[in-house]
């Protein structure tokens, strides 16, 4: 079967409204009857691309986030992080930026970030005075974190797909989402100084002493997740389980919580699993075709051929990843094209790590990007603003998420720094 062909149809089906996973398993059923091929190959190859225990680690944050988010976590956080930063130029912006990044480091996902936090964070930045649309964007521009700092879902789908260490990627995500979280910083200030937004009185030492007592066991929870990584007490997966189990603490020791919501953020995070799963199993079939046709030999012939600069190569495949991350969801991306850059990426010397990093940075920008940039549907579901107002708020952190991608990309020690100091 050609081989453009088969990729035709896997984007006419996607732009007629299909599935991401609708559209890979309709390509390669197509191509198992054209190549007169089994059936049950591809159903073997679907069946062994789930059948993995670093993959439980996905449902498992998923629904440790969603606990969080119902169970009083999530604003106690971000009324810690207003105490402790609200007072600088630009207030709640930057409670906004610390908020994510703690956040960060209990949940793994950017949506979970935003439909969480968002909601508490927009409405207490419009109460004090705050533009929506300022809210709206630093809210946005901030969630991304969520899937750098570990614990990260894309991350997870990452070192699946590149066979890397999760734990590597983890401790990798560290300085790139700290640096990100100082890019937007600068960015708020730059706005607090145009638009005079209001600034936040600075809180006495009782006062902020208060609101770290209230949330010290939410603030815990990013401390017993990754310690329990780094030290190697547990693995990925397991300190997914640990988190649930502390979530559920959580939420019923702060009373935030009935069996009857518990029961509806069960059926929440089997609805966004669901989906995520379905891709991992197509996009297993759909490699197996583009490594049974040397797609990726083919894309690295083409690649060493044409362009023979380190630097050169990585814009080239920022500038494509950016791309494929306005139009793809980025688990089915992750999964589809890591078997094909990722061998392009190391034959210019680029550390498997620092790529996944690189590739992760990409696709989540693409959360924030039209037309498929899902963190954008979220804001417009617990906001007021128009799909357009919310697009064209948030170019300029977008302009500071891009200075943090060169940075991270050309400077691959704050990728690889951590992970060398402790694996």
Known sequence: MNMVLFFIIFLVVMLLGGSVAFSMLLCSAIYMIVNDLPFMLMAQRMVAGANSFVLLAIPFFILASNIMNSGGVTDRIFGFANRAVGWISGGLGHANILASIVFAGMSGSAVADAAGLGKIEIKAMTDAGYDEKFAVAITGASSIIGSIIPPSIPCVLYGVAASVSIGKLFVAGVLPGILMGLCLAVMVVIEYVVHKYPREKRAGFRALFHSLGRSFLSLLTPVIILAGMFTGLVTPTEAAVLAILYSLFLAFFYRQMS?????????????????????????????????????????????????HSRVVA??????????????????????ILVPVLLPVMQAFNVDPVHFGIIMVLNLMIGLITPPVGLVLYVLQGISTLKFKEIVSSICPYLVALMVSLMLVTFIPGLCTFLPELLF
Not at 314 to 335: D, P, R
């Open 259 to 307: 069996w009857k919501e518990f029961k509806k953020v069960l059926e929440v995070s089997i609805n966004t699993t669901i989906p995520i799963m379905s891709i991992l199993c197509a996009a297993q079939a759909f490699g197996w075709i583009m490594a049974n046709e040397q797609i990726p030999q083919l894309v690295l012939g083409l690649f060493t051929e044409l362009i």
């Open 314 to 335: 990585l814009l080239v495949v920022n500038v494509f990843l950016l791309f494929v991350g306005c139009f793809m969801e980025s688990g089915a991306a992750t999964i």
